[in-house]
């Protein structure tokens, strides 16, 4: 279990050097939209280019808010955690917790009205995670 919540957090997170990107509502772009107000559960996730079905039995969610907050929770075990996020353009979104303590990025691979796909990359993860989510 520590060792998934390590990954998954990880996972979610890699270092930035850009001190000066701007706010989420400075940032035009249309896949905000698309993704932000909405609860996203996985369907399938892979690490490394390994699919992990354990993951997607945890039902694994992820709300983007409008407060630029990120809701992640999970079953079996009760998880839950509250990130920071900022898309940096159309395709990035910027992942914080805590001051300096973890940063990382999402890759959007795909977003439609009804499925959201991304690849996370962290400077603690041993390698990328692949999510592929619907919209609940």
Do not use: A
């Not at 079953?75 to 910027?94: A, E, M, S």
């Amino acid at each position: 279990m520590k060792q998934f919540l390590l990954i998954l957090i990880s996972g979610l997170l890699f270092s930035c050097s850009k001190k000066n990107d701007t706010s989420t509502t400075d940032t035009p772009n249309s896949n905000k939209s698309k993704i932000v107000d909405y609860i996203w559960k996985t369907n399938f996730y892979s690490h490394k280019g390994v699919p992990d079905p354990t993951v997607v039995s945890q039902e694994t969610t992820f709300q983007f808010r409008r407060d630029d907050k990120l809701y992640f929770t999970q079953i079996n075990p009760v998880f839950r955690d509250t990130l920071d996020y900022q898309f940096l353009n159309d395709k990035i979104i910027k992942f914080t917790k805590g001051i300096n303590s973890f940063v990382g990025k999402i890759k959007i691979d795909l977003i439609d009205d009804y499925n959201f796909h991304f690849t996370i990359t962290s400077n603690e993860s041993s390698g990328s995670d692949v999510y592929k989510t619907d919209k609940q």
